[in-house]
C-alpha cells in the first residue's frame, strides 16, 4: 500500500521559512571520519534520536585578525565538563579529551575557518536501543561559523519570570549538560516568546531564580554582582565563571548567593551569560524597566573585557585560549 502525504497551507508557510534560514554543509568529525554534516546518519531508533541521549558542549573559537589564529575558549574546562556528564549519566566516553581535542582541531581545519565559529560536540547513544541503553556510544564534533557580539549592536532583552520551574538535582540535574534537560528550556522559551518577551527566566523548585533557558544570570545591585550559586538548579557554566574572574580583576565585589525575584525588579543591571550567550543584556523582567532600558555600562564593560580576553587582544588569562587553527603562510 502507497501512502500520499498531502501538504497543508500550514506546513507549505513553514517550509518557505525553513528556506530563509542558511545552512551550511559544514565538514564534521563523525566516527572517526571527517565528512559532510549532510552526510552524518544516526538511527532513528538510537537512544539519542528518541529520547535526546547524550551529553554535549557548545564552545566558542575567536578569531585574531592580528595573529591570524583562532583560539578555543576555555576548551579544557568545556572537556572536563564533557567528562563529568557522562559520568553522572552512566554513559561511559568512547574518547579521552586529549582525544576529542585532536578531532575538534581536524574538524575546524578541514574546514579551514579562518572566522568566529562556535563548535558543537556531542557524545550520544548510538545503534537501536531505548533511553535506559549503555552502549554503542558515539560522538560527533561539529563547527560552524558564528560571529562574536558586535559592541555597536548589542542586544537589549525584555525577560519574563517563567511559570515553568526550572529541572532540579533530584530529578534532571541541570549540572550534566544533556540534550533532553533542553525540553525544559523549550517549554519555558516558547512561553516567554508567545507572551512577547524575549527570553525566560527560570526560577527553581525552592522558589529562588536559577538561572536562563540556556544561559546563567547575573544581576548588579546596589554596586555589588549577583548570581546565584551552583546549587540553585544550574549548569556549571564556564562563562559564569569567567565573569566572576574578570569582574573581582577589575575590583568589583561579587556574590554568589540566592536571588529573589523581586530583587531582579529593583537591580540596577542583569544579564545572561553563556559560551553561546556571551554576555546578554536585559533591559527589563516582567515589564519592570531596569535603568534607562538600554544596556547598562557594567553589563558593556563585561562583555568588552570579555570579548578582549576570549579572542586574545588582551594578554592577560593565555591558559584559557587554545590555538585550534591558524593561517599558514601559503594563504
Ligand atoms: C542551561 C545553561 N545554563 C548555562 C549555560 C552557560 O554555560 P557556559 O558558560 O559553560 O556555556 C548554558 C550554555 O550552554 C546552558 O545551556
Redesign the pocket.
Known amino acids: 500500500m502507497v501512502f500520499i502525504i498531502t501538504t497543508s497551507k500550514k506546513d507549505f508557510s513553514l517550509r518557505k521559512l525553513k528556506k530563509t534560514t542558511t545552512m551550511h554543509d559544514n565538514l564534521i568529525w563523525i566516527r572517526g571520519e571527517i565528512i559532510r554534516q549532510s552526510k552524518a546518519t544516526v538511527n532513528v531508533l538510537s537512544p539519542m534520536a528518541q529520547f535526546g541521549l547524550n551529553v554535549f558542549e557548545?564552545i566558542r573559537c575567536y578569531w585574531n585578525e592580528d595573529k591570524s589564529e583562532l583560539y578555543a575558549f576555555r576548551l579544557n574546562e568545556h572537556l572536563e565538563r564533557l567528562m563529568m556528564s557522562c559520568r553522572l549519566l552512566r554513559l561511559p566516553s568512547p574518547y579521552l579529551p586529549a582525544q576529542i581535542e585532536l578531532f575538534m582541531k581536524q574538524a575546524i581545519q578541514a574546514n579551514d575557518f579562518q572566522t568566529d565559529t562556535a563548535v558543537r560536540m556531542t557524545i550520544f547513544g548510538d545503534g537501536q536501543g531505548t533511553w535506559n541503553t549503555c552502549e554503542p556510544v558515539s560522538m560527533f564534533v561539529a563547527p560552524m561559523a558564528k560571529p562574536r557580539t558586535r559592541l555597536d549592536k548589542i542586544p537589549a532583552l525584555k525577560a519574563c519570570i517563567s511559570s515553568w520551574e526550572r529541572i532540579n538535582d533530584n530529578a534532571l540535574p541541570?549540572r550534566a549538560?544533556v540534550g533532553a534537560n533542553y525540553i525544559n528550556?523549550r517549554y519555558a522559551h516558547l512561553q516567554a516568546r508567545h507572551d512577547g518577551y524575549d527570553v525566560p527566566i527560570f526560577l527553581g523548585r525552592d522558589g529562588k531564580v536559577a538561572?536562563?533557558?540556556?544561559?546563567?544570570l547575573f544581576m548588579l545591585r546596589n554596586g555589588q554582582l549577583v548570581t546565584p550559586p551552583t546549587t540553585s538548579s544550574?549548569?556549571e557554566?564556564?562563562?559564569?565563571d569567567t565573569i566572576m574572574v574578570l569582574a573581582r580583576e577589575a575590583g568589583m565585589m561579587v556574590l554568589e548567593r540566592q536571588v529573589d525575584r523581586t530583587e531582579l525588579y529593583l537591580a540596577d543591571e542583569v544579564f545572561l551569560?553563556?559560551?553561546?550567550a556571551e554576555i546578554s543584556p536585559i533591559v527589563s523582567v516582567d515589564g519592570y524597566v531596569l535603568g534607562n532600558g538600554q544596556p547598562g555600562p557594567v553589563t558593556s564593560s563585561l562583555l568588552k573585557g570579555y570579548l578582549e580576553v576570549s579572542s586574545g587582544e588582551t594578554l592577560v588569562h593565555p591558559e584559557w585560549r587554545t590555538v585550534v587553527h591558524r593561517r599558514t603562510l601559503i594563504d
Request: aromatic fraction near 0%; proline fraction near 5%; include cysteine.
Open positions: 557548545g541541570p549538560k528550556g538561572e536562563g533557558a540556556g544561559a546563567c544550574v549548569l557554566s564556564i562563562t559564569r551569560c553563556g559560551s553561546a
